[in-house]
T-cell receptor, first 114, second 110 residues
Framework: DAGVIQSPRHEVTEMGQEVTLRCKPI?????LFWYRQTMMRGLELLIY????????DSGMPEDRFSAKMPNASFSTLKIQPSEPRDSAVYFC????????????FGAGSRLTVL | GQQVMQIPQYQHVQEGEDFTTYCNSS?????IQWYKQRPGGHPVFLIQ?????EVKKQKRLTFQFGEAKKNSSLHITATQTTDVGTYFC??????????FGDGTTLTVKP
């Protein structure tokens, strides 16, 4: 298995632009998580899905952030409009109950908003 | 809500010295996981502890879960330069949500 695949790896954009981050979880994993990592706030859980259904989005900062999981093999995290304070590394992770709910992280998407 | 505190935030050691990081939860946990993140990398799973008082070892790493299932520790014996990185604990409650600590960043001077 190629692991959790995230794209893009790096994104530089200007304030006000729309940003879409993509994630392909490990095949067979039924849970998917979006995390944001910054020096100031550490690793924050933004939202997670079980069987493609959003379970807890209490970590989503504000309405500018949205996440979807249209099927078991794909998820997106969208920021519209982006702001400089959104600059961070965004990680996607997946897990399965069969795998004792161990999180497997993708390599991350480093977002810089100018 | 659930809070997971980790100390220290940073630790600088000389190669060969021991290292310990501590994790404390505000609520009783169903299990705790430990992850390591190398500089510029992503968190990678190390181990999961489930039972009260559990102790597990991986070579030079020793992991403990407290009797009350609210705290945990990771101890590295005789650190090596390959141990550098940030070590995170993640506490999971019965509600199924995992909360990460802020991590302890270890640097090792050769």
């Amino acid at each position: 298995d190629a692991g959790v695949i995230q794209s893009p790896r790096h994104e530089v954009t200007e304030m006000g632009q729309e940003v879409t981050l993509r994630c392909k979880p490990i095949s067979g994993h039924n849970s998917l998580f979006w995390y944001r990592q910054t020096m100031m706030r550490g690793l924050e859980l933004l939202i997670y899905f079980n069987n493609n259904v959003p379970i807890d989005d209490s970590g989503m900062p504000e309405d500018r952030f949205s996440a979807k999981m249209p099927n078991a093999s794909f998820s997106t995290l969208k920021i519209q409009p982006s702001e400089p304070r959104d600059s961070a590394v965004y990680f996607c992770a997946s897990s399965s109950r069969m795998g004792a709910n161990v999180l497997t992280f993708g390599a991350g998407s480093r977002l810089t908003v100018l | 809500g659930q809070q997971v505190m980790q100390i220290p935030q940073y630790q600088h050691v000389q190669e060969g010295e021991d290292f310990t990081t501590y994790c404390n939860s505000s609520t009783t946990l169903s299990n705790i996981q430990w992850y390591k993140q190398r500089p510029g990398g992503h968190p990678v799973f190390l181990i999961q502890l489930v039972k009260s008082g559990e102790v597990k070892k991986q070579k030079r790493l020793t992991f403990q879960f407290g009797e009350a299932k609210k705290n945990s520790s990771l101890h590295i014996t005789a650190t090596q330069t390959t141990d550098v990185g940030t070590y995170f604990c993640a506490g999971r409650t019965n509600a199924g949500k995992s909360t990460f600590g802020d991590g302890t960043t270890l640097t090792v001077k050769p």
